[in-house]
Nanobody, 120 residues
Framework: VQLQASGGGLVQSGGSHRLSCAVSGVSLDNYALGWFRQVPGKEQEWVSCSGVTDEYAYVRDSVKGRFTISKDGAKNTVYLQMNSLQPEDTAVYYC??????????????WGQGTLVTVSS
């Protein structure tokens, strides 16, 4: 199983950015995919999760209304659209696949991180 995260970069506060995670080796028709982030020196935190159907899409409270997770089944890719970015959103973002089709609590496969830096 391979996950390829992309889309990180530098964005100004208030701006928007989209991350992508392309998956090979498993179908996202059967597995959930989550986005996580980590700031150096701090614990990793869960950001958003896309289950096998749209009703199983979740975002953490601190990004609700600003971040949206979506999936392109044909491309086996999940996107994280981030709007109204704030400096506190600066982190390395990771995508991960969970064998649970409805949740992302215990991911089994991880992609490499992609750095998002939000300038004030």
């Amino acid at each position: 199983v391979q996950l390829q995260a992309s889309g990180g970069g530098l964005v100004q506060s208030g701006g928007s950015h989209r991350l992508s995670c392309a998956v090979s080796g498993v179908s996202l028709d059967n597995y959930a995919l989550g986005w996580f982030r980590q700031v150096p020196g701090k614990e990793q935190e869960w950001v958003s999760c896309s289950g096998v159907t749209d009703e199983y899409a979740y975002v953490r409270d601190s990004v609700k209304g600003r971040f949206t997770i979506s999936k392109d089944g044909a491309k086996n890719t999940v996107y994280l659209q981030m709007n109204s970015l704030q400096p506190e959103d600066t982190a390395v973002y990771y995508c991960a696949v969970d064998n649970d089709p409805y949740a992302c609590a215990t991911p089994d496969y991880w992609g490499q991180g992609t750095l998002v830096t939000v300038s004030s």
